[in-house]
């Protein structure tokens, strides 16, 4: 994973709960972070709700993903993302990078926002998977 372009250093203490409970209205990197879990999460886990865009804007396509990976998890099923849902939801992240191919389709996360117009190394690696 790599989150360092956005001032989160991936180390030992990488998928520690932040500390602060997340919902909807929150605009920061422990957003940016669970969008990118939850992704991976729900490519493997169709129960989940898809986030299609990772903009660390915690909006209501976050809210349904986080919802839906709390029902389907068997967590209290508030939306928000507290210490129990942050530490499951990390739980099940690793146990998917964990048993599988670096190249199984999980999407990689550039650690920015590419914008029309973007150029660069990010951008080829996006052209290449989408065989552009």
Known sequence: MNLDRIGRIENERSGEWPGINLRVGDRNVFVQQIQY?????????????????????????????????????????????????????????LSIINVTNPNDNIPVYPGLAIRLGATGSDVLAIQVALNI
């Open 37 to 93: 879990y939850l992704s991976v999460i729900s490519t493997y886990n169709t129960s989940i709700s898809s986030i299609d865009n990772i903009d660390s804007s915690f909006g209501n396509q976050t809210r349904n993903a986080v919802l839906s990976f709390q029902r389907t998890y068997g967590l209290n099923a508030d939306g928000i993302v507290g210490q129990t849902t942050w530490n499951r939801i990390y739980e099940v992240f």
